[in-house]
């Protein structure tokens, strides 16, 4: 008991460890690239579902329904590159003898019924499997799976409201909140993981996995140089 105790323990700070200490300069570069891409996406996507709550507040129904339609859109391209990024770390990960811990998904994170079983089962399974690699693995399965499954719901539930199908509006507006809400936590979840991933990845794989993940460079501003002044002579 107490040993299963220990390894739990150095495990999750471990993985706290991996969260908070800064990244190599090469590696921190292709991790922000990454994450301001999804935060862009998730940021655009937000911002839609607001304004779609805000109209049908006002009575503007089409309007809600216009913005709740481009919410979905970008909601699904968010998801797809989440789940590639699972699958690219998944396929690379089984080349790699060391892999990073993980800790499972906590049930308190989510408020809906999808978001809950899945960490309920990932916390299950985590406790049953031996070995940190297994852990990763199952991690990073659950979570695609996860996101695969929230995108389709709110694809659905936007879908009923944009062609005026829901039989309870107000139902479904509220199912739209609550995937969100689940949605943006597999986000942080997923950016904990490629984080703790990107500490272990050899520097010399960097670059194929930055071209696999497409992951645009991040050039920093050169400063110009100070021509220097015409002395009083």
Known sequence: MFSR???????????CEDWITALPREKARTFEALVRQWECTYAMMSIALDDAVSFRARGELVCARQQVSIAAELLERLGGALNFLCETLTTRARRLRDLPCVEPLNTNFFRGNTGRSAASWNSILHHILFGHRSRFFHKLRILSETVDHLSGEFREAAGDIAKGLATQPSDCWERLECLHYDFNTCLR???VVLKSFLRILPSEQLAGLSTELDVAPIIEPRHA????GLSPA
């Open 189 to 191: 979840e997923t950016e």
């Open 5 to 15: 105790r220990s390894k739990f323990q150095s495990a999750h700070r471990n993985v």
């Open 225 to 228: 140089a100070v021509k220097p």
